[in-house]
Nanobody, 124 residues
Framework: QVQLVESGGGSVQPGGSLRLSCAASGDTLRNYYCMGWFRQAPGKEREGVAAIQGGGRLYYADSVKGRFTISQDNAKNTLFLQMNSLKPEDTAMYYC?????????????????WGQGTQVTVSS
């Protein structure tokens, strides 16, 4: 069973960048066909941000297309989320997740393994 630990969150001004990492232990990410990043702002539901499917197909929420990039480094057993041109509405707790199958990559109810989250705050 995989354990996921996110890092890289912080406070940044609008227009800035952050790179989130999700380090896996206990198992290799190659055993999980679907990896995703989700976020949850106070008072809102958790939403899918980006996902990567085995074979390399990528998925992005419309709100982050062109600004966020998901990637996976199997040698480091780590998932990344590069976030550029950050906006105040990107402020949220960000979570990574893993699952063995990938039917709806941006839907959180299909993921079985979750990290504890890392906070991202975008404010001037």
């Amino acid at each position: 069973q995989v354990q996921l630990v996110e890092s890289g969150g912080g406070s940044v001004q609008p227009g800035g960048s952050l790179r989130l990492s999700c380090a896996a232990s206990g198992d290799t990410l190659r055993n999980y066909y679907c990896m995703g990043w989700f976020r949850q702002a106070p008072g809102k539901e958790r939403e899918g941000v980006a996902a990567i499917q085995g074979g390399g197909r990528l998925y992005y929420a419309d709100s982050v297309k062109g600004r966020f990039t998901i990637s996976q480094d199997n040698a480091k057993n780590t998932l990344f989320l590069q976030m550029n041109s950050l906006k105040p509405e990107d402020t949220a707790m960000y979570y990574c997740a893993a699952n063995s199958f990938c039917i709806a990559p941006l839907r959180n109810n299909q993921y079985n393994y979750w990290g504890q989250g890392t906070q991202v705050t975008v404010s001037s």
